[in-house]
Structure formats: C-alpha cells, structure tokens
C-alpha cells in the first residue's frame, strides 16, 4: 500500500521513529520486549496500558519508556487508536506498533522501518509464523496457530491477497497513513487490525 511521496511528511534530518506498545496484562513479557528493541533506530517507546490487573504500566515506567494508562479496560482497538495518536502527537515521521508479549522478534524493526525510509511502502505487517514447528516451540498455543492459520487462509480467499497473517501484532506505518486513514471509525475490539 503506498501514499505518494512521504518524505514531504518526515522531520528535516532522520526520520524520528516511535515504537508504540498496546499492553494488557504483560508483565512477564515487557522487559524481554523492550530489551530487543534497537534503540539505535528508535526514537520513543510509548506503552499503553490498557487497564492491566497486573504490574505492565508500572514495569514499563522502571524501563523509561513513555507510559500512558487508560482508567479502564477500553478493548485492544482503542488501545492502539491511543497508542497512534499519542505518537502522532510526539512527532513521529514513522510508527511501529510491536505487541509486548514476545511473539513477534523486534529486533528486525530496522529492516521494517528500512521499507518505508526507503519509500518502498508505507505499511509494512510482520509475520510470527515462520515455520509450525518453531511457533508452537515459541510459546504459541495450538490452538491458536491453527486458528491464525485457517483465519488468514481464508481472509486471504475472501480478499484476493496473500498475507502470511492478517492479525500482526508486528506493524509499521509512515506518517502519512496515520493521517489519511480515519482509524478512530475503526471499532475498539480486536477487529481492528483487520478495518485498518
């Protein structure tokens, strides 16, 4: 999907690029998380915490990251609709929303963000499911790898594309999309991902 020229979008120098964090209940997962992430290339970690009953918001503040807490749970659709606003607002010329709970490597945000500094697209999806074996070894539940699969094997049927996983958790946008497509009639549940 591209957008034109976005250059006329970004900061003067570098682009500034702002991982964003939509957490519930990751505690166990956050540090792990952001300990992977290249700051190198990464200007600001937002999380936003969505009412977690655990102790996510308070480690993400230990680590320095920006934290931003709903009072209650508002659904994971509202959460990113936070999480792309508050780094809209912070400047960011490009945005990569990485889920906190480690199914996703972060370490190749670089290569994500490459895609769009480069002007090759302006969305960029990961994919967690290289290989079976190595995403039920990683932790993914079975049923849900087979339910991933079989839902993206049909989403892809009904839509004519060939996305290896229509739910990334693993995302990068330019600018200039945030600010053309209007997410916020997206619903605040986990269809989301799939009306963006």
């Not at 993914?140 to 339910?147: E, Q």
């Not at 996983?165 to 986990?190: C, M, Q």
Request: charged share 25%.
């Amino acid at each position: 999907m591209c957008f034109g020229n976005w250059r006329n979008y970004m900061s003067a120098s570098r682009p500034k690029v702002i991982v964003v964090l939509p957490a519930y209940n990751a505690e166990k997962t956050i540090a792990r998380t952001v300990a992977d992430i290249p700051r190198q290339v990464v200007d600001e970690i937002i999380l936003v915490d969505d009412a977690s009953r655990d102790k996510t918001a308070e480690i993400a503040e230990q680590l320095g990251l920006t934290v931003i807490r709903h009072p209650e749970n508002r659904g994971y659709g509202a959460n990113q609709k936070t999480c792309y606003d508050a780094a809209r607002q912070h400047g960011a010329d490009i945005v990569v929303m990485v889920h906190p709970d480690y199914q996703y490597d972060p370490r190749i945000i670089p290569y994500l963000i490459g895609f769009i500094k480069e002007d090759i697209c302006d969305v960029v999806l990961g994919n967690r499911i290289r290989t079976r074996q190595e995403a039920l070894s990683g932790g993914m539940p079975r049923w849900r790898y087979f339910v991933n699969r079989f839902s993206s094997a049909l989403e892809n049927f009904l839509f004519g594309q060939n996305l290896g996983e229509w739910h990334s958790g693993l995302r990068a946008y330019s600018r200039k999309v945030l600010e053309t497509i209007p997410y916020h009639f997206n619903t605040d549940d986990f269809a989301f991902d799939q009306q963006f």
